[in-house]
């Protein structure tokens, strides 16, 4: 299994805070903190080709031409539970970054996700959407959002996560080939209930201290 757009950031400060994340005994609070910090690291290096332009500008001591980041704000699509773990730590950085907001539940017979919540921002077409949701597990929920993202008009789409399972990344690639995954870990594996091996068991539960 291969997947061309698939960036696995081995940082070692992405790859230490996200074994304290993986420890079953690591408390909410710091488990928030740990997502924050690492979607920031994670968009920093999701974002290093973004297009630039220059605007003339003064400095004390004379005129230059100045870079600028070219084109519309970026649009921060969050894959509503989990996924508002990483949009603070991206918003850290790309501040004035529009949001939209996908809801799914992942229905456990099935695994498929159900659509509950779509809003997202205007003129898609002309920006770059990035999507967040910690875990690629199955892919179906990242696949689904994709889908209706295109729907909406999105031509230009990058997907962010923490871990990946390599049943993900296929799903997500047959899906939409189109789209690059950077993510902070392959794990080996899915269970037989969708959950990633070995993983960190379930982002939302962990996140907000629910089960
Ligand atoms: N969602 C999670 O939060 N964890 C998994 O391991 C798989 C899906």
Redesign the pocket.
């Known amino acids: 299994m291969t997947h061309p757009h698939l960036t696995i950031i081995d940082h070692p400060l992405v790859q230490h805070k996200l074994t304290i994340m993986r420890r079953k005994e690591t408390p909410s609070a710091l488990f928030r903190q740990l997502l924050r910090e690492i979607a920031t690291m994670l968009a920093y290096e999701a974002t290093r080709d973004l297009p630039l332009t220059t605007t003339p500008i003064e400095t004390p001591l004379e005129e230059m031409d100045a870079p600028t980041l070219k084109g519309k704000k970026l649009a921060l699509i969050s894959i509503l539970r989990?996924g508002n773990g990483m949009l603070e730590g991206v918003l850290d950085l790309i501040p004035s970054a529009r949001v939209g907001f996908v809801g799914l539940y992942r229905d456990e017979e099935t695994l498929q996700p159900v659509k509950y919540y779509f809003k997202v921002p205007a003129e898609l077409g002309d920006r770059l959407s990035i999507v967040v949701d910690?875990?690629l597990?199955t892919g179906n929920s990242a696949a689904a959002a994709i889908s209706m993202l295109k729907e909406a008009g999105a031509r230009n789409i990058r997907m962010l996560c923490l871990v990946a399972a390599p049943e993900g990344v296929e799903t997500l690639r047959e899906a939409h080939p189109d789209v690059p995954i950077t993510t902070a870990s392959l794990d080996r594996a899915l269970n037989e209930k969708?959950?990633?091996l070995p993983?960190?068991?379930?982002?939302?539960d962990r996140m907000f201290g629910t089960k």
């Open positions: 989990a910690p875990m597990a969708g959950y990633i993983g960190l068991g379930d982002a939302g």
